[in-house]
């Protein structure tokens, strides 16, 4: 019955699309670097984002973020399970890289442990933004890494001149895995409406040592949203979201059965009154539950996240020497417990964290520009720790941030940014006390962490010739009271009992903190080889590379290996086709307690055809991943030495949408 409902609440606004043309979609399938809401002012950010629009998600495939973002340098999965592949940014995850749906919380337990979804389906994302630099302080000290922001529409931002829907399908071969989703947008009067949903099923996949256990995937979801529109650019909207889904821990027998609803809503009101020009109001609410459960169905423990996050931004117009500004409050609060059946990993916990932030920019003669952002929080968290004496902990992050962005010609373009960004720790390094079933760890907080505070400083080139583009960057972080899991070697029952060589199956994580050393360099740069007027043939290169180190030159554990490749592209209105073959380095500097992680080749390829020039929103995909069926690991994966990821693939995709 809800998958029923599910398709009913796509199709809908679907089968009002068939009344008339609307979606135009891009013919590329490359990702770009042109990024829409990293900065609200609308201006080029000194540090380098990226975006992968809906003609890439549906060739990377996945059903994770993670996955639709395998192409952007800096940027890898933790690659835990086929459901919770969450972004990593430059070594940094979990509670360094904040997930947003339409610049709100993802509101789900992905922060707290590997082996947790984010329940957002790249199918329902008309693109997925990476936002670093100053920008990131607009959302959080959560985003020291950077954001993974996925733009959706489900609270609409415009009227719709046509209704248009689009629906798509694919097929894998290497976990004989079926998915379609669908997706409309319509109009009527003032009111603009939106629906989509999605249905995937994946079975265990294959690798080249066999199939890999417990590797499946099952997940549905659907929403439905509309916004008015009044007066000269004013408009209000709301949205509910629900996603389940159902998918296998592979290095154990146990599985998550997970479920969100979420309330969006937004609003945009024209004040123009002198410099104060537009007020963005923005908010969300997320119920989130999962169990992680036995093959038998019994449950092992349960998760549940109830949070809501709020923010006023108001924009500027000029301002003494500032060209345009936005100044800002977010609100957030999160209560979240995770409770077992024989242990409790985290007892109930409350978060609360009031913020203002500030962003600017200003332009310094006619070819340097200014961008600066501050934030200040107060955060309180309230839990138990292991000594079950129920402890407030309140901290006051202060971050800031400068950046400048040198014009040396039209072409060339030179980015300097540096930080200071502060972190209240999270609940679970404060106040975890247990088993994870999940990643198999017994893990302990520290109910007495300090703040977290990351100095950096990032330098950026950016090239546009007429043939050539590039862009890259080189980085350092430079953390004081860095808090991370460390294992300790010990092996621990679910009583807490651990020993050196013990009989349980759970290592034993401990929340510690000191100094750590982040540092690396990332560049991605395409050439055109041959340009007629029937298409483009190009040539790509991308790589990344990152050290992590903490005090006395020990690694920080789960950090992924360099990579480094490239391919030849085409690009035409009836047919793109491409491979790429990447090089992922070897993991030799691997954390304590941790195994070297062998490197591995890549060799990817595919083609997309649209045969129809009445139409060519008809597209027919066929996508290989992983041709040279070699074994490969995940060095960022607390399981790494139990899960190979998937062998040799095909996928077929199909595309339709209204011209």
């Known amino acids: 019955m809800f998958r029923s409902f599910l398709f009913c609440s796509a199709g809908a606004v679907a089968l009002l699309a068939s009344a008339g043309p609307g979606l135009a979609q891009s013919h590329s399938g490359a990702s770009e670097t042109v990024v829409v809401t990293a900065s609200p002012l609308g201006g080029t ?4 984002s990226a975006r992968v629009d809906s003609d890439q998600i549906l060739r990377n495939g996945g059903s994770t973020l993670a996955d639709s973002l395998a192409n952007i340098p800096g940027v890898s999965g933790s690659g835990f ?14 509670s360094r890289v904040r997930v947003l749906e339409d610049g709100t919380s993802s509101s789900d337990a992905s922060d707290i442990g590997p082996d947790h979804g984010v329940p957002i389906d790249p199918m329902s994302a008309r693109s997925i933004e990476v936002v670093r630099g100053a920008a990131t302080l607009r959302y959080g000290s959560q985003a020291i890494g950077g954001v993974v922001n996925a733009i959706n529409n489900r609270v609409p931002l415009e009227l719709t001149d046509k209704t248009s829907w689009e629906g798509t399908t694919t097929y894998d071969s290497v976990s004989d895995s079926g998915q379609v989703a669908l997706l409309g947008d319509t109009s009527v009067g003032n009111f603009a409406f939106h629906a989509d949903g999605f249905y995937r099923h994946t079975d265990n996949y294959d690798t080249p040592l066999g199939m890999q256990p417990n590797s499946f995937f099952r997940g549905d979801g659907f929403s439905a949203g509309s916004s008015y529109f009044f007066g000269d650019g004013n408009r209000i909207g709301a949205a509910v979201v629900h996603y389940d889904s159902k998918y296998g821990v592979p290095s154990d027998t146990t599985y998550i059965d997970m479920r969100q609803t979420k309330f969006l809503t937004g609003s945009a009101l024209d004040i123009d009154q002198g410099a104060f020009q537009t007020l963005n109001i923005t908010g969300s609410y997320g119920n ?31 301002i003494g020497p500032f060209s345009s500004s936005a100044l800002g409050i977010e609100i957030q609060n999160r209560q979240f417990q995770a409770l077992g059946e024989a242990s409790d990993y985290l007892l109930p ?20 520009h200014l961008q600066a952002g501050g934030r200040v929080e107060v955060v309180r968290i309230q839990g138990t720790p292991a000594s079950d004496v129920y402890t407030g902990r309140d901290f006051t992050p202060v971050s800031g941030s400068i950046g400048l962005l040198y014009d040396l010609t039209d072409a060339v373009k030179i980015g300097l940014t540096g930080s200071s960004t502060a972190r209240a720790p999270a609940q679970t390094e404060l106040f975890s006390r247990g088993a994870h079933d999940g990643p198999q760890t017994f893990e302990t907080g520290n109910p007495n962490l300090k703040a977290e505070r990351a100095n950096s400083v990032e330098a950026t080139l950016r090239l546009r010739f007429h043939e050539f583009s590039f862009d890259g960057s080189i980085y350092s972080n430079q953390f004081d009271d860095y808090v991370y899991g460390a294992l300790t070697g010990r092996i621990c029952e679910d009583d807490g009992t651990c020993a050196f060589g013990g009989p349980g199956e759970l290592r034993e994580m401990n929340y510690t903190q000191g100094s750590a050393h982040f540092r690396g360099l990332e560049g991605k740069a395409s050439y055109d080889v041959w340009h007629v007027d029937s298409g483009i043939l190009k040539l790509d290169m991308l790589g990344d590379y990152v050290r992590a180190t903490l005090a006395g030159g020990t690694n920080v554990p789960r950090i992924p290996p360099w990579r480094f490749g490239g391919g030849l592209s085409w690009e035409s209105p009836e047919v793109d086709a491409g491979f790429t073959v990447m090089q992922v380095g070897e993991q030799n500097n691997p954390g304590m307690f941790d195994t070297v992680t062998p490197g591995y080749v890549s060799v990817d390829a595919q083609i997309a055809w649209r045969p129809f020039t009445s139409n060519p929103n008809i597209e027919f995909a066929l996508i290989g991943r992983n041709l040279a069926d070699q074994v490969a690991r995940n060095a960022a994966a607390l399981n790494k030495d139990l899960v190979i990821l998937p062998g040799r693939n095909f996928r077929i995709a199909l595309r339709y949408a209204t011209n």
């Open 45 to 48: 950010p000194p540090s380098i």
């Open 81 to 94: 399970a086929s459901g919770s592949s969450r972004p990593i940014i430059r070594g940094m995850d979990a």
């Open 288 to 318: 989130y539950e999962h169990k992680e459960k036995n093959p038998d169905g019994s449950v092992n423990s349960t998760f549940k996240n109830k949070e809501f996050d709020g923010r006023a931004e108001a924009l500027f117009d000029a």
């Open 349 to 368: 916990t409350i978060t609360q964290n009031y913020a203002g932030f500030l962003f600017t920019e200003a332009p310094i003669g006619s070819s340097l």
